[in-house]
């Protein structure tokens, strides 16, 4: 079973607005990751946050976790059309013995 | 540096046929696995490998074997495909620890099952 599940599934912006989109998982976890994903090609890692840390910074990029509520949030500042994509959250369990277990995603689309 | 390098890119297979989907990491990474990508249904995870000899499942291994002879290399083999196995597959390595878990992913390889 999903891990995580991001809300929401599909979400729709103009160029240059903010995007958030959020990742709820179910067990105690060490780390949280976000990935995104091009259509049709690879996973690429944006940002790590560990169970430690409650918010995190990368360029535009900005992750909160909430580990009392299981939850995370990414958010995408000023949005580019470059940016559309699939998010995907993804955590490694504690005790998990480090497998990555991911969500479904959200599908971002940046209208030019 | 190439990173996670999968072939082929495509495979379309009858049903009851085997074949190897092969997978190479030149970062020197402990940890290998593979997952399958489903519409609507994010990534599952298949196989995996926490270093040469060492394999366990994950959430869906049946119809599936993997070995691990070296650290670079972790192919996926599928016994006698099924057109459930219509999937896009994805290898992915990574540093191994738990400090380390931040996964590299190949490109992908798009395999029909008819």
């Known amino acids: 079973s999903q891990q995580g599940e991001e809300d929401p599934q599909a979400l729709s912006i103009q160029e240059g607005e903010n995007a958030t989109m959020n990742c709820s998982y179910k067990?105690?976890?060490?780390?949280l990751q976000w990935y995104r994903q091009n259509s049709g090609r690879g996973l690429v890692h944006l940002i790590l946050?560990?169970?430690?840390?409650r918010e995190k910074h990368s360029g535009r990029l900005r992750v909160t976790l909430d580990t009392s509520k299981k939850s995370s949030s990414l958010l995408i500042t000023a949005s580019r059309a470059a940016d559309t994509a699939s998010y995907f959250c993804?955590?490694?369990?504690?005790?998990?013995?480090?497998?990555?277990?991911f969500g479904t995603g959200t599908r971002l689309t940046i209208i030019p | 540096n190439a990173g996670v390098t999968q072939t082929p890119k495509f495979q379309v297979l009858k049903t009851g046929q085997s074949m190897t989907l092969q997978c190479a990491q030149d970062?020197?990474?402990?940890?290998m696995s593979w997952y399958r990508q489903d519409p609507g249904m994010g990534l599952r995870l298949i196989h995996y490998?926490?270093?040469?000899?060492?394999?366990d499942q994950g959430e869906v291994p049946n119809g599936y074997n993997v070995s691990r002879s070296t650290t670079e290399d972790f192919p996926l083999r599928l016994l006698s495909a099924a057109p459930s196995q219509t999937s896009v597959y994805f290898c992915?390595?990574?540093?191994?620890?738990?400090?380390?878990?931040?996964?590299?992913f190949g490109q992908g390889t798009r395999l029909t099952v008819v």
């Open positions: 992915a390595s990574s540093y191994g620890g738990l400090l380390n878990t931040e996964a590299f």
């Open positions: 067990t105690s976890i060490n780390n």
């Open positions: 946050i560990r169970s430690n840390e």
């Open positions: 993804a955590t490694d369990a504690l005790f998990g013995n480090e497998k990555l277990t």
């Open positions: 970062m020197n990474h402990e940890y």
């Open positions: 490998s926490v270093g040469a000899g060492i394999t």
